[in-house]
């Protein structure tokens, strides 16, 4: 079951690596043949700029590279440089916000778009692809190196873009360019959420995706509220935007109202499953003393490591104990314990005298 969960958050990061690397050659074909909806989507939406496209491509394809077990020292290398770039041209294009254009903007392709900053990435998209690329080269470095610092980049960049969306939700004019500053376009925030989810599969544990993968209760409950409370603002904002009216009002509160209570009340019949489960197993149990099998509540008697899987997630390994060892395998058991016990002392729990 390791090997499988391993395995699936590798492949996760490394395709939407590859997602992410090709929307942003979608992007840059769109400026070459100057194709509007393969660079804004929408006539209405800001455009993805180039720069922006290119740090997509060069950091997706420096997470599907460092996307395995034990990435070689050249891959390191490389995702390492690639996150390295997009840190410096993210870092130059706030610059340029905060203090004065350096001339890097239009250098591949001339924008006439109209945007207020012809060709210069949204300040939301340069902080989100600033902080993917310190995500990607903290992951580059060696397993020892990866501090709880790459679980608070990934979290801030979640932040992030679950901003841009609401704020995609809820028509700000900065977001949708209609402002001083270039909006963020729709295929750069697709690509920031794709990373962000990609990043977190290679290290999930302090991020926002280790409550979501843990097989507790407390990843079940996350799994079920999360998106109600995420998709809540934004269901209210679209609905704001297409239907400003009281009784449009009235209607998604219900709505998201009725959503909540029917979680709330799937999850706490699930909680009580789960607490009735844990009582069973913590109460007393009517046991034979001479075979050992217990007696469930229908009055059927079953063998404790069938009774304990049907109400638990446990799973049993069969072993012998050296006292069973020695009763049952005479011949075999001296050579045996001495091999156990070589190995330390983990080998002697079940022995009994």
């Keep these: ?34 194709l509007t909806s393969l660079k804004r989507v929408w006539p209405s939406l800001p455009a993805t700029k180039a720069n922006a496209a290119v740090m997509l491509a060069v950091v997706g ?9 034990e990435p070689r020292r050249w891959e390191r290398l490389l995702a390492g440089v690639a996150g ?25 392709f001339r924008d006439t778009t109209g945007s207020p900053e012809p060709g ?5 998209a340069a902080i989100g692809l600033l902080l993917a690329g310190v995500n990607l080269i903290l992951l580059a470095r060696s397993r020892k190196s990866r501090r709880p610092a790459t679980a608070w980049v990934n979290n801030v960049l979640a932040i992030v873009v679950m901003a841009g969306i609401v704020g995609y939700a809820y028509n700000v004019d900065y977001l949708r360019g209609f402002s001083s500053v270039n909006g963020i376009g729709v295929n750069a925030l697709a690509g920031l959420a794709i990373l962000v989810v990609g990043l977190a599969a290679l290290n999930p544990r302090g991020t926002w995706l280790a409550v979501f ?4 209760a407390g990843g079940r409950m996350a799994r079920r509220f999360t998106p109600l409370v995420l998709l809540s603002p ?21 709505t998201v109202t009725t959503i909540f209570v029917i979680a709330v009340l799937a999850g706490a019949s699930a909680l009580d499953r789960a607490e009735a ?23 059927y008697w079953s063998q404790v490591e069938s009774y304990v899987s049907q ?3 446990a799973e049993f390994s069969h072993s012998l104990c050296p006292s069973c060892l020695v009763e049952f395998y005479p011949e075999y058991a001296e050579a045996i314990i001495g091999e156990l016990e070589e190995g330390g002392p983990a080998t002697n729990v079940g022995h009994t005298t």
């Excluded at 210069?120 to 939301?124: A, I, K, L, N």
């Design 61 to 69: 394809a420096g997470l599907a590279v460092l996307a395995r077990a």
């Design 277 to 299: 489960q844990r009582r069973i197993l913590g109460g007393l149990l009517p046991i034979c003393s001479h075979c050992k099998r217990i007696r469930d509540d229908r009055g």
């Design 213 to 216: 993968i843990s097989p507790g």
């Design 1 to 34: 079951m390791r090997a499988r969960t391993s395995l699936n958050k590798y492949l996760v990061a490394r395709i939407a690596g590859v997602v992410v690397a090709g929307l942003g050659v979608v992007v840059l074909v769109g400026w070459t043949l100057d």
């Design 234 to 254: 934004i269901v209210i904002g679209v609905q704001t935007a297409v239907y400003d009216k009281p009784a449009g009002h009235a209607i998604a509160a219900v």
């Design 84 to 108: 390295g770039f997009c840190v410096a041209l993210s870092a130059l294009t706030l610059l340029e916000d905060s203090w004065r254009g350096l001339g890097i903007d239009e250098l591949l």
């Design 120 to 124: 210069r990435p949204s300040p939301h």
């Design 311 to 313: 109400h638990s997630e």
